[in-house]
C-alpha cells in the first residue's frame, strides 16, 4: 500500500507500486504547460507509474507519461518531466532536474542541483555530481535546423561525472570514464579514460581498482 501525505498531490490514474512514499508537498502525474513557442511533443500522456518502495520526497515533482522504477530517491524539490524512463535504485538528488524524453539506467546517482537536458541517456551505474550541467541544442534556440539535431549526451555505463562539469550536446561519455569537477566536454571521450580541463582533454586512464 503506498503512503500518500495530505499535502501531495497525486493526479487520477497515477499507478502507485507497494510501499510508495509520497510526502509533503510533492506532486506525482503533473500534465505539461507549454509555451505556445515551446518544441517539446505535444499529446496526449499516460498516466505516471512508480515501481515499489520508491520515495518522492519533500516537494517534487513527477510529470505524467514517465516511467520510475522500484526503490528510487527522488530528493527534495526535484523535477522529473514528461515521458522520462528511469530504472531501478536511482536517486536523484536534491534540486536536480531531469528533462522531458530522457532515460536512465539502474543504480544511477544524480546529486543534488544537477541539470540532465532533454533527449539524454544514462545508462546503469552512471555518477552524476552536483551542479553537473548538460546542454542539447548547439544553435541555443536559433534557425530551424536545430529542431533535427537536438540531442543530450549519452552517459556510457559506470561513467562518472564530476562536479560542475559541463557536456555539450550530443556528446558521449564512454564506458567507465571520468570526467574532471569543472571540465567543459565538447567531444566524446572515450572508455576507461580520465579527461580535465576546458575544452576537456585526456589526462590518463581510469586506476584499474576504480573499474566496477
Given at each position: 500500500?503506498a503512503?500518500i501525505?495530505?499535502?501531495?498531490i497525486?493526479?487520477?490514474?497515477t499507478?502507485?507500486?507497494?510501499?510508495?512514499?509520497?510526502?509533503?508537498?510533492?506532486v506525482?502525474?503533473?500534465?505539461?504547460t507549454l509555451?505556445p513557442?515551446?518544441?517539446?511533443?505535444r499529446?496526449?500522456l499516460?498516466?505516471a507509474?512508480?515501481?515499489?518502495?520508491t520515495?518522492?520526497s519533500t516537494?517534487?515533482?513527477?510529470?505524467?507519461g514517465?516511467t520510475?522504477g522500484a526503490r528510487?530517491i527522488l530528493?527534495?524539490q526535484?523535477?522529473?518531466?514528461?515521458?522520462?524512463?528511469?530504472?531501478?535504485?536511482?536517486?536523484?538528488?536534491?534540486g536536480?532536474l531531469v528533462e522531458?524524453?530522457t532515460?536512465i539506467?539502474d543504480?544511477t546517482?544524480?546529486?543534488?542541483d544537477a541539470y540532465i537536458?532533454?533527449?539524454s541517456s544514462?545508462?546503469?551505474?552512471v555518477?552524476?555530481?552536483p551542479?553537473?550541467v548538460?546542454?542539447?541544442d548547439?544553435?541555443?534556440g536559433r534557425t530551424e535546423r536545430?529542431?533535427?539535431?537536438?540531442k543530450?549526451?549519452t552517459i556510457?555505463?559506470g561513467?562518472?561525472v564530476?562536479?560542475g562539469?559541463v557536456?555539450?550536446?550530443?556528446?558521449?561519455?564512454?564506458?567507465e570514464a571520468f570526467?574532471g569537477?569543472g571540465?567543459?566536454?565538447?567531444?566524446?571521450?572515450?572508455?576507461?579514460?580520465?579527461?580535465?580541463?576546458?575544452?576537456a582533454?585526456?589526462?590518463?586512464d581510469?586506476?584499474?581498482?576504480?573499474?566496477?
Amino acid at each position: 500500500m503506498a503512503e500518500i501525505h495530505p499535502s501531495a498531490i497525486v493526479y487520477p490514474g497515477t499507478v502507485l507500486g507497494e510501499g510508495v512514499k509520497v510526502l509533503e508537498g510533492a506532486v506525482v502525474g503533473k500534465q505539461p504547460t507549454l509555451s505556445p513557442r515551446s518544441t517539446a511533443k505535444r499529446e496526449e500522456l499516460s498516466p505516471a507509474t512508480l515501481g515499489e518502495g520508491t520515495v518522492v520526497s519533500t516537494g517534487a515533482i513527477v510529470f505524467a507519461g514517465t516511467t520510475i522504477g522500484a526503490r528510487v530517491i527522488l530528493g527534495d524539490q526535484s523535477c522529473v518531466r514528461e515521458r522520462v524512463k528511469i530504472g531501478d535504485d536511482v536517486v536523484v538528488g536534491r534540486g536536480s532536474l531531469v528533462e522531458n524524453d530522457t532515460t536512465i539506467g539502474d543504480l544511477t546517482k544524480i546529486q543534488a542541483d544537477a541539470y540532465i537536458t532533454a533527449y539524454s541517456s544514462l545508462e546503469d551505474n552512471v555518477f552524476i555530481a552536483p551542479c553537473v550541467v548538460t546542454a542539447n541544442d548547439n544553435f541555443m534556440g536559433r534557425t530551424e535546423r536545430r529542431h533535427e539535431l537536438v540531442k543530450g549526451p549519452t552517459i556510457r555505463r559506470g561513467a562518472r561525472v564530476g562536479g560542475g562539469a559541463v557536456l555539450c550536446p550530443g556528446v558521449e561519455i564512454g564506458e567507465e570514464a571520468f570526467v574532471g569537477a569543472g571540465a567543459v566536454v565538447t567531444k566524446d571521450v572515450p572508455a576507461r579514460k580520465i579527461v580535465v580541463g576546458n575544452p576537456a582533454r585526456v589526462l590518463r586512464d581510469v586506476p584499474e581498482d576504480e573499474l566496477l
